[in-house]
């Protein structure tokens, strides 16, 4: 259970850059994780490649770069990353983990890598062509006599440095990522809002057209309103005329068939007198059936054909509307 809590409390004290146990003076960043201060500087660097160093005369600007645990940007005065605070607590943590435990950092599965050739031999030593570990006897006599080998702390210290500088890069290029993706997620609020602007301004001239249409549409309707009212009261002006003449014409007959069953003579020549003297039943009569009405239409008046129009130019010109370019 001891050796679980102590396996435990170093997850807790690993570095997620070097991924070794945080060496001092450790950090603490805003969102409240830790680096080391090298790590921290490095990822620093990383992303700020401008950034002027403490020892240059010139005066340093700020910059920032995102955690390495939660991506939260880290955003750093003109001290840099010599300016974070330091986390006291974490450093006494560690003082007191080294003094209650008498090896370092995995030496416990160290301990353990025995060569599988020679089993009395630990792999202290580094093939570099087979780019395996192995034991000073396969170098001797074994399978690696011929290939030139190298001290493992050695190499170990060197692929971790590759990798912590691999693990950097690998930060800042996110770091880099993230901010092209907020530039390509600004440019697509952008498009969107042109787009919507543009998609305005061109239902605005539509309509500016749809009101030129109406409005001629208007003014050729009220143009062949008025032939037709025209026309019309002129019509109705001669179907009026020959109204009162027929109603006339009506009555003179139903007054000369009364005259025509008068049996006294006498008085039926008293009613229909001759040519001379005051116009009677006959003499309205004579008048009437020689009364002009011949005023008529004329043949063809009622043809309203001359107010058709042709739209097909204007209908192939509206076709042909298209997004202006640009000089």
Known sequence: A????????????????????????VVILPCQHN???????????????????????????????????????????RHGVYGLQRNLLVENIID?????????????????????EHEDERINIYCLRCEAPTCSLCKVFGAHKDCEVAPLPAVYQRQKSELSDGIAMLVAGNDRIQAIITQMEEICHTIEENGRRQKQ??????????GILEERKKELLQTIA???????????????????????????????????????????????????GEKGTRGLITDMSKASMSSRPEPGYENMDHFSINVDYVAEMLRTIEFQTGA
């Open 35 to 77: 680096l080391c201060r090298k790590c921290a500087n490095d990822v620093f660097q990383a992303s700020n490649p401008l950034w002027q160093s403490r020892g240059s005369s010139a005066v340093p600007s700020g910059g920032r770069f995102r955690c390495p645990s939660c991506r939260h940007e880290v955003v750093l005065d």
């Open 226 to 276: 008025a032939e037709q009212e025209a026309k019309l009261q002129c019509v109705r002006g001669l179907i009026r005329q020959y109204g009162d003449h027929l109603e006339a014409s009506s009555k003179l007959v139903e007054s000369a068939i009364q005259a025509m069953e008068e049996p006294q003579m006498a008085l039926y020549l008293q009613v229909l007198p001759g040519e001379q």
């Open 201 to 210: 301004h061109v239902g605005l001239r539509f309509d500016a057209l749809y």
């Open 96 to 116: 007191i983990y080294k003094q209650e435990s008498a090896r370092p950092l995995h030496a416990k599965a160290e301990q353990h890598l025995m060569c599988e």
């Open 2 to 25: 001891e050796a679980r809590s102590m396996e435990s409390l170093e997850k807790q004290l690993i570095c997620p850059i070097c991924l070794e146990m945080f060496s001092k003076p």
